[in-house]
């Protein structure tokens, strides 16, 4: 199962970067089954004022909240277990907590590849990846 994060969401709506939007699209019709965690939506309302220069509205965000939702094979919704698995994470691997929140909610969610520009690739979990998109 797959997961993409809040970054690459953005970059599929950001048209001042026609390279990573155009790859972050791509990604979005080969990463299947695909999920959606609760953080991430949350997230990308929030990061998506990044575009209001762009005239991208907030109605905007929430309508493409809703296609990104609709492109979704499930939500991953929080539980308190997630927030063990993130402290562990936190403290094993040195990640900031954002990130360890939503690696521990991916984890718990069955996601086995976390698709991310800005996570760290290579980070050693068994039985999870982080794959940046953009290289290659």
């Not at 990061?47 to 209001?52: Q, V």
């Not at 360890?100 to 976390?114: D, E, F, M, S």
């Not at 068994?126 to 940046?132: D, H, L, T, V, W």
Request: proline share 6%.
């Amino acid at each position: 199962m797959n997961a993409i994060d809040t970054n690459v969401w953005v970059y599929a709506y950001d048209t001042r970067e026609p390279a990573k939007r155009g790859k972050a699209r791509e990604l979005l019709e080969t990463a299947t089954p695909l999920v959606l965690p609760w953080q991430v939506g949350c997230e990308f309302v929030a990061a998506s004022r990044k575009l209001a220069v762009l005239g991208f509205t907030q109605d905007d965000a929430w309508d493409a909240l809703e296609q990104i939702m609709e492109l979704c094979d499930a939500i991953i919704l929080p539980t308190p277990k997630v927030w063990d698995d993130c402290r562990e994470l936190q403290q094993v691997a040195g990640l900031h907590y954002w990130d360890a929140l939503l690696i521990a909610a991916c984890r718990a969610g069955g996601v086995t590849r976390l698709y991310s520009e800005d996570l760290p690739a290579g980070l050693d979990l068994p039985g999870f990846e982080i794959a940046n998109p953009f290289l290659a």
